[in-house]
């Protein structure tokens, strides 16, 4: 199939404003966006750049706006998006080059939640045990790849950046609610703050936009409960 692919430009220092390029080249419905991208730098312009690394949906590195749904370019195939694909950055982040964002901002507020196991309990022989049901309890928020897709889907983190944004939630559910760990109360402490959860709408963007299907909203209401409950 012929292919255009339209795709946001930022380059500098060669011009100042954003604009964007298009591409038309022949495709495969069964490749990966990610493969006309590679095709497009390979082959056509090699001056655009991206971030991808495993190619296969477990980095997380390039989650980008794909006709304008927060996607990952190597987990959609060119045949289930249509012959005319516009490629963009993700939203809310500054936009560093091409379709690469500026992300430290968005590791500080991961790194604010305390992302680590913390217990005062010596370290065993073995592993830490504990039963599958209380493994169960977090299973699910274990899968985020940080791939941000949540975050930049979010309208409370496009009108405030300080909002610390579903992805550092996600991350704070899987130590608070794992039954080995000793520091909820410093977590919940931090997420209960201004730009905590409580900026959170319930607005389902950042459960549609996940990767790895997490439940991302019924994630951020457990935490909430749990702010809530401590307080009462
Ligand atoms: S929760 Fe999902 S969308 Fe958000 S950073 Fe993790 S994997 Fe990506």
Same mark, same amino acid.
């Given at each position: 199939?012929?292919? #255009?692919?339209?795709?946001?430009?930022?380059?500098?220092?060669?011009?100042?404003?954003?604009?964007? *390029?298009?591409?038309?080249?022949?495709?495969?419905?069964? *490749?990966?966006?990610? +493969? &006309?991208?590679?095709?497009?730098?390979w082959q056509l312009d090699g001056t655009l750049v991206l971030r991808r690394s495993c190619q296969?949906?477990?980095?997380?590195?390039?989650?980008m706006r794909i006709n304008g749904v927060n996607r990952l370019a190597c987990k959609v195939l060119?045949?289930?998006? &249509?012959?005319?694909?516009?490629?963009?950055?993700?939203?809310? !982040?500054?936009?560093? #080059?091409?379709?690469?964002? *500026?992300?430290? +901002?968005?590791?500080?507020?991961?790194?604010?939640?305390?992302?680590?196991?913390?217990?005062?309990?010596?370290?065993?022989?073995?592993?830490?045990?504990?039963?599958?049901?209380?493994?169960?309890?977090?299973?699910?928020?274990? #899968?985020?790849?940080?791939?941000?897709?949540?975050?930049?889907?979010?309208?409370? !983190?496009?009108?405030?950046?300080?909002?610390?944004?579903?992805?550092?939630?996600?991350?704070?559910?899987?130590?608070?609610?794992?039954?080995? +760990?000793?520091?909820?109360?410093?977590?919940?402490?931090?997420?209960?703050?201004? +730009?905590?959860?409580?900026?959170?709408?319930?607005?389902?963007?950042?459960?549609?936009?996940?990767?790895?299907?997490?439940?991302?909203?019924?994630?951020?209401?457990?935490?909430?409960?749990?702010?809530?409950?401590?307080?009462?």
């Open positions: 199939m012929r292919v #255009k692919f339209k795709i946001y430009r930022y380059q500098p220092e060669v011009r100042e404003e954003p604009y964007f *390029d298009t591409f038309e080249f022949d495709a495969e419905p069964t *490749d990966r966006i990610l +493969d &006309g991208l590679n095709h497009i730098r296969h949906g477990i980095c997380g590195s390039d989650a060119i045949g289930d998006v &249509g012959a005319r694909i516009t490629i963009e950055p993700l939203m809310g !982040f500054n936009v560093i #080059k091409d379709l690469v964002v *500026d992300m430290d +901002d968005f590791f500080d507020q991961y790194r604010s939640v305390l992302p680590y196991m913390i217990t005062e309990q010596p370290p065993p022989e073995a592993e830490r045990l504990q039963s599958p049901a209380e493994q169960e309890v977090y299973d699910d928020t274990t #899968k985020c790849i940080l791939c941000a897709a949540c975050t930049t889907a979010c309208p409370s !983190f496009w009108s405030n950046r300080d909002f610390v944004g579903p992805a550092a939630i996600v991350q704070a559910h899987r130590f608070i609610f794992d039954s080995r +760990d000793e520091g909820t109360d410093e977590r919940l402490e931090v997420l209960g703050e201004r +730009d905590g959860v409580w900026r959170c709408r319930t607005i389902f963007n950042c459960t549609e936009a996940c990767p790895r299907d997490i439940k991302i909203t019924r994630a951020i209401g457990e935490v909430k409960k749990a702010i809530a409950l401590k307080g009462a």
